[in-house]
């Protein structure tokens, strides 16, 4: 359970900055913008290419970004739905699932081949990289950005870790 547990957690943030960039785009300078949004295009484009490809389906892009710089509703929907399907999957997924290979062509062109288990991990650290970087953009602006940990994540969603944790509990006691 720990992948459903991480792209959950990979929504949650994904959701937390996206409201972020919603409140605060106007005041970054337009290249500065231009980027926040184009920086999480592309992750959520590599994220459809990964899904097509888990999913044995046609790929939907040609390269690992868009020409055109979606707005933020539009990239908004896009990551939500990217993130409901990643989810589910990674609650489905077995081990033999997750051992199951793929083989395919990078956008480049180059082939590659990797396990289920390989793809959702790049795509767990490909997500937080840039998720990192559009954080950064707010920052170096003065703005809110996200505490995106997952330790943050687990603990709004299960208080009772605190909770436990107060008391010198363990979650997995008793």
């Known amino acids: 359970m720990l992948f459903a547990d991480a792209f959950n957690y990979k929504k949650w943030a994904n959701a937390e900055l996206l409201a972020l960039g919603e409140r605060q785009l ?8 231009q980027f926040f949004v184009r920086i999480l295009n592309h992750t959520t484009v590599v994220d459809s ?3 097509s490809r888990l999913a044995g389906e046609a ?5 690992d970004n868009t020409r ?5 509703a539009e990239l908004k929907v896009r990551v939500e739905q990217n993130d409901a ?8 997924a077995t081990a033999d699932e997750l051992q199951r290979v793929i083989s395919f062509r990078f956008t480049d062109g ?6 289920v288990e390989e ?21 170096i602006h003065g703005l809110e950005r996200p505490k995106d940990t997952f330790t943050r994540y687990l603990h709004e969603t299960q208080p ?9 509990a363990s979650p997995s006691a008793g």
């Not at 106007?26 to 913008?33: I, Q, Y």
């Not at 790929?59 to 390269?63: D, F, G, N």
């Not at 180059?110 to 396990?115: H, R």
């Not at 793809?119 to 920052?139: C, D, Q």
């Open 26 to 33: 106007h005041l970054l300078p337009e290249n500065d913008a």
């Open 68 to 72: 055109e710089t979606p707005t933020l």
């Open 160 to 168: 009772a870790r605190r909770e436990l944790a107060g008391q010198g």
């Open 49 to 51: 290419l990964f899904i």
């Open 110 to 115: 180059d082939l590659g081949e990797l396990s």
């Open 85 to 92: 399907w990643l989810v589910d999957f990674a609650q489905r």
């Open 119 to 139: 793809v959702l991990l790049h795509l767990l650290t490909h997500g937080s990289n840039h998720r990192g970087m559009a954080s950064r953009t707010l920052a």
């Open 59 to 63: 790929e939907h892009y040609s390269a």
